[in-house]
């Protein structure tokens, strides 16, 4: 299996949820300005998207698009998925609304834009937080043990950071509870980030 990913990138969140899940894989860096993998290979040929994450399996299949590359992770993974008959759902429910809510608000930060829509979009994403901050059902987003989607805010709070956004106390709590869990440790030294 061989997950392409870019330092920081959203894909981030894949990188941990295969170290978490203890699956065997390698990792290979696209560099986001030329579209050129580690390995030297044109990314458009890998994925015609150009988009990380982009998952690889054992048997050539590719998945792209990070929700359904965490859901898959997850649904091989017993000890990642959240428990009841609402568990896949509610997490779904989670990882859509990072991805097409939070994820999306961020894009004027990363891209050339004013520095008028960069404050505007910081105030979204602050204002998009809120309710997750609210939510909290324990240490993380369902409990006492974190999900695929805890893993993907995860990747939007050290985004948080970059940006200097002043996030709720909850989140920062998150934040730093996921920073000791070795995987994420080993997936942030892996791609080169502090
Ligand atoms: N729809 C894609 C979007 C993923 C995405 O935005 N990836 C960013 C990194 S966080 C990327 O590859 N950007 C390349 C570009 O904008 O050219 C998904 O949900 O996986």
């Excluded at 997950?3 to 203890?22: F, Q, T």
């Excluded at 580690?38 to 990314?43: I, L, Q, R, S, T």
């Excluded at 994925?47 to 859901?71: Q, R, S, W």
Aim: aromatic letters at 8%; hydrophobic letters at 45%; glycine letters at 8%.
């Amino acid at each position: 299996m061989k997950l392409y990913y870019s330092p920081l990138a959203c894909s981030l969140a894949d990188h941990i949820a295969l170290r978490e899940a203890g699956m065997a894989f390698e990792a290979e860096r696209v560099d986001l300005r030329t579209f050129r993998t580690a390995g030297g290979e044109d990314f458009a040929r890998i994925n015609p998207k150009k988009y990380v994450p982009a998952l690889i399996l054992d048997d050539g299949t590719m998945i792209t698009e990070n929700l359904a590359v965490l859901d898959w992770i997850a649904g091989e993974t017993p000890a990642l998925q959240i428990g009841g008959a609402m568990g896949r759902t509610r997490v779904i429910e989670a990882l859509t609304y990072i991805t097409t809510e939070i994820h999306r608000a961020y894009k004027p930060m990363w891209h050339a834009g004013s520095a008028a829509d960069k404050a505007r979009a910081g105030d979204t994403v602050l204002r998009l937080m809120q309710p997750l901050s609210d939510g909290l059902q324990g240490d993380y987003l369902f409990g006492a043990t974190p999900s695929v989607a805890d893993f993907y805010l995860f990747v939007m709070l050290l985004w948080a950071d970059r940006f200097a956004l002043d996030l709720p106390l909850p989140l920062l709590g998150l934040r730093e509870r996921m920073k000791a869990r070795p995987a994420v440790q080993a997936a942030m030294a892996a791609e080169g980030i502090g």
